[in-house]
């Protein structure tokens, strides 16, 4: 039976994974669990999988938590703030973290979760686009796999099992196209949350449906797939499919081309992480290619969608750019999110802080340069959206 720590629990990676342990309650238990703030749903988590240790990021939630369940016998150690959400990570006997935090606040947690010897199962792509620098070598220096979840980097993780060193030749990424896909582009000045919201094909958290929107969360995931699969920038290419069935796919050396297909639940690659290199069995819904219809394909749309070649710009500039503009993406969402700013102001605002990080990008980050240069980063885009009417050159960036 496999020991399990599931980080941000009650999301909706966090969720999923909680389905799959609560259907195969013979192959997986949980030691550890770690929210936000969403004391009633991890209070009810905890009742169900009754783990070792809980950790709510949000202390003032603590009392809330114990009250919430102090009739459990025995209690689970109960922890609060950032650091107790990296006390949960490193916590007993987990053999695998899934990372489901949303965002850079991830990385701290996922570092201690690999310095105490435990495999990551990836969902938590902003923790590798970040921390990529710092990340990689301590998963090689603590001998732990860093086994994806993201769908389209499980897809390629499959794709590859089988494939001699030195197989692989180009990375073909799908994207849905997000909620604006059919939109004229005439109409991305005035969208609002709700419009962004609603993603065709899946549901997941506010942060990533944005990014879909935005086509930033492509644009990441060709930065995660870099870390991950050790391709060039150049050889990592993006396609359009408009219906979610192919994940992703690889070309090999010989031009072969292999895929990895299946309907749109996150269930499947967060089960592969688990399970990997084993396969279990499902009764989920088997793919029916005759249900699932015409697949079709187009080239991604750069001018609608600036943000892809803001991440293919950040990830070849290297060092701590990948990290300025995850955490300008993260601060410009946020703030999307709040009304505070427009849709395009999301592309500019990253536009304008990459730029004004060249001069300074740190080439060889440590953790200290990369936690730096994402605290930089935030605050750019907070004091850049203060003053969008009177920036002109924002705009001019392009
Ligand atoms: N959703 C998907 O289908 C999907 C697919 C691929 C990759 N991913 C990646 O997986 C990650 C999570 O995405 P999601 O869609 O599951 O997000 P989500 O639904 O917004 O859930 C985020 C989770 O993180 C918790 N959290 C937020 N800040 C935290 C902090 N500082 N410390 C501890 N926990 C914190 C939240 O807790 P509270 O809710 O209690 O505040 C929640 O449990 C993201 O990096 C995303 O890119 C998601
Ligand atoms: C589900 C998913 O893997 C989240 O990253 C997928 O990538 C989302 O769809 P999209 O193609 O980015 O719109
Ligand atoms: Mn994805």
Known sequence: MKAITLLGSTGSIGTQTL????????????????????????????????PSIAAIAAEDKLPALQAAIQDLNPQPILVAGSAGVIEVARYGDAETVVTGIVGCAGLLPTIAAIEAGKDIALANKETLIAGGPVVLPLVEKHGVKLL?????????FQCLQGVPQGGLRKILLTASGGAFRDWPVEKLPEVTVADALKHPNWSMGRKITVDSATLMN??????????????DYDNIEIVIHPQSIIHSLIELQDTSVLAQLGWTDMRLPLL????????????????????????????????????????????????????????????????????????????????????????????????????????????EVLTATKNLATSPQMISLH
């Open 19 to 50: 389905d799959i342990v609560a259907q195969y309650p013979d192959k997986f238990r949980i030691v550890g669990l770690a929210a936000g703030n969403n004391v009633e749903m991890l209070a009810d988590q905890i009742r169900q999988f009754r």
């Open 148 to 156: 994806p979840a993201d769908s389209e980097h499980s897809a390629i």
């Open 218 to 231: 492509k644009g990441l995931e060709v930065i995660e797939a870099h870390f991950l699969f050790g391709l």
């Open 272 to 379: 592969y992480a688990l399970s990997w290199p084993d396969r279990i069995y499902t009764d989920w819904e088997r793919l029916d290619l005759v249900k699932a219809g015409s697949f079709t394909f187009r080239e991604p749309d750069h001018q609608k969608y600036p943000c892809m070649q803001l991440a293919y710009a950040a990830g070849k500039a290297g060092g701590s750019m990948p990290a300025v503009l995850n955490a300008a993406n993260e601060q410009a969402v946020a703030l999307f999110l709040e009304e505070k700013i427009r849709f395009l102001d999301i592309p500019r605002c990253i536009e304008w802080v990459c730029d004004r990080h060249q001069n300074d990008n740190c080439t060889n980050p440590s953790l200290d340069d990369i936690l730096a240069a994402d605290q930089w980063a935030r605050q």
